[in-house]
């Protein structure tokens, strides 16, 4: 791994800008071009900087090649501003190296569907019920899996993200087509996560040329969407199956009952009303609930390294899995993953 970091901001983000470009002119740039092994880049920049939209233009393309980042943490900078700008501290980025070391080739035979971001259910051609989902944790969990080898589908509905680099990608609109993306690929998965915001309610009726405005009011019918998750769940078999629940109030009872109710290995629970940990934002506070009862809380994470958090908890219970006698169809797996 080629960890690229320097806690002067100004270079950092010229540093970062040259890398997406593809300019070597200079001894790291020419290196990052040359390598062949992973590229993290651990940058620290005052926080309008790092926000700013030519920085996370370039940190989006990067990602889109592979690139992992190190995200910045919160605290007071050296100018005296406040934000996501200090560079992370030194036990996170072994950890993460480390991690990225290990993981290449984890999850190499194995088939992970996912699904992401909101569904959009019409109204008329121009209108339509959705919701705030902006696809980013989906798209990191199906990163995260391609990055540990997996071959990965992800069913998409609309967000304005780039699938991730070597991850297969299907864009749908209606949680219906979406449905139906879903059972074309289950059979083939070894393990799926449901990250989608699926909308639970569409128009009964939907207009087939714009409804014109009109002063009187307008009552719309809404009937319930299939439960996606729900559906496939049930015919999980060898499957490791995965949710998420975006709660507000009870978020770890409510997801519990999610768990069951749904049959899952897994869910991913998140309270989104705490600040930083809901829809559109890049971190998440996740807690994870087992079907044997286990509670694990993460901390406050970027969403990148949240979902590297559930794939090392979908590994273990693969490995869980494989370990059990009477489980079929395992034999396909690598070796890595036959005994636990
Ligand atoms: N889900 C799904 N299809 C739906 C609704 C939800 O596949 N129509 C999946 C989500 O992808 C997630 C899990 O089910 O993995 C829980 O979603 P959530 O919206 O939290 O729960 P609901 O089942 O919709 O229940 P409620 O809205 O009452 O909380």
Same mark, same amino acid.
């Given at each position: 791994?080629?960890?690229?970091?320097?806690?002067?901001?100004?270079?950092? =983000?010229?540093?970062?800008?040259?890398?997406? %470009?593809?300019?070597? #002119?200079?001894?790291?740039?020419?290196?990052?071009?040359?390598? +062949?092994?992973?590229?993290?880049?651990?940058?620290?920049?005052? @926080?309008?900087?790092?926000?700013?939209?030519?920085?996370?233009?370039?940190?989006?393309?990067?990602?889109? +090649?592979?690139?992992?980042?190190? #995200?910045?943490? &919160?605290?007071?900078?050296?100018?005296?501003?406040?934000?996501?700008?200090?560079?992370?501290?030194?036990?996170?980025?072994?950890? !993460?190296?480390? =991690?990225?070391?290990? =993981?290449?080739?984890?999850?190499?035979?194995?088939? !992970? %569907?996912?699904?992401?971001?909101?569904?959009?259910?019409?109204?008329?051609?121009?209108?339509?019920?959705?919701?705030?989902?902006?696809?980013?944790?989906? &798209?990191?969990?199906?990163?995260?899996?391609?990055?540990?080898?997996?071959?990965?589908?992800?069913?998409?509905?609309?967000?304005?993200?780039?699938?991730?680099?070597?991850?297969?990608?299907?864009?749908?609109? $209606?949680?219906?087509?979406?449905?139906?993306?879903?059972?074309?690929?289950?059979?083939?998965?070894? !393990?799926?996560?449901?990250?989608?915001?699926?909308?639970? &309610?569409?128009?009964?009726?939907?207009?087939?040329?714009?409804?014109?405005?009109?002063?009187?009011?307008? $009552?719309?019918?809404?009937?319930?969407?299939?439960?996606?998750?729900?559906?496939?769940?049930?015919?999980?078999?060898?499957?490791?199956?995965?949710?998420?629940?975006?709660?507000?109030?009870?978020?770890?009872?409510?997801? +519990?009952?999610?768990?069951? =109710?749904?049959?899952?290995? %897994?869910?991913?629970?998140?309270?989104?009303?705490?600040?930083?940990?809901?829809?559109?934002? #890049?971190?998440? /506070?996740?807690?994870? %609930?087992?079907?044997?009862? +286990?509670?694990?809380?993460?901390?406050?994470?970027?969403? /990148?390294?949240?979902?590297?958090?559930?794939?090392?908890?979908?590994?273990?219970?693969?490995?869980?899995?494989?370990?059990?006698?009477?489980? @079929?169809?395992?034999?396909?797996?690598?070796?890595?993953?036959?005994?636990?």
């Amino acid at each position: 791994a080629c960890l690229v970091g320097s806690e002067m901001c100004i270079r950092d =983000r010229h540093t970062i800008a040259r890398l997406a %470009l593809g300019l070597a #002119d200079d001894m790291l740039t020419t290196l990052a071009l040359a390598t +062949r092994a992973p590229i993290l880049v651990a940058p620290a920049m005052n @926080p309008a900087m790092w926000t700013h939209p030519a920085t996370q233009a370039h940190v989006q393309m990067l990602q889109a +090649r592979g690139v992992e980042f190190i #995200d910045p943490t &919160y605290g007071v900078m050296a100018c005296g501003d406040e934000g996501w700008g200090k560079i992370a501290d030194t036990p996170t980025m072994i950890e !993460v190296v480390e =991690r990225r070391l290990k =993981r290449t080739q984890e999850l190499a035979g194995i088939h !992970v %569907l996912v699904t992401a971001g909101p569904t959009y259910e019409p109204i008329d051609p121009v209108r339509f019920i959705g919701n705030r989902s902006s696809g980013k944790m989906g &798209y990191a969990v199906a990163q995260a899996a391609a990055e540990r080898g997996a071959e990965v589908t992800l069913i998409s509905g609309p967000t304005a993200l780039d699938p991730p680099a070597g991850v297969k990608c299907i864009r749908v609109q $209606t949680a219906e087509q979406m449905l139906q993306a879903v059972q074309e690929h289950f059979e083939a998965c070894d !393990v799926f996560i449901s990250v989608a915001a699926v909308a639970d &309610y569409r128009p009964e009726r939907v207009y087939p040329l714009k409804r014109k405005r009109s002063q009187r009011a307008w $009552t719309l019918r809404l009937v319930p969407n299939p439960d996606i998750l729900g559906t496939v769940a049930p015919r999980k078999g060898h499957r490791l199956v995965v949710g998420f629940a975006a709660e507000t109030g009870k978020a770890i009872e409510y997801a +519990r009952e999610k768990l069951q =109710r749904k049959g899952l290995d %897994l869910i991913a629970v998140n309270d989104v009303l705490e600040p930083q940990s809901g829809f559109e934002v #890049d971190t998440t /506070r996740l807690t994870l %609930l087992y079907a044997d009862g +286990r509670v694990e809380p993460l901390p406050l994470l970027p969403k /990148r390294i949240a979902a590297h958090r559930l794939m090392d908890a979908v590994v273990e219970r693969l490995h869980i899995l494989a370990g059990k006698s009477g489980v @079929p169809d395992r034999s396909h797996l690598p070796d890595s993953l036959k005994s636990p």
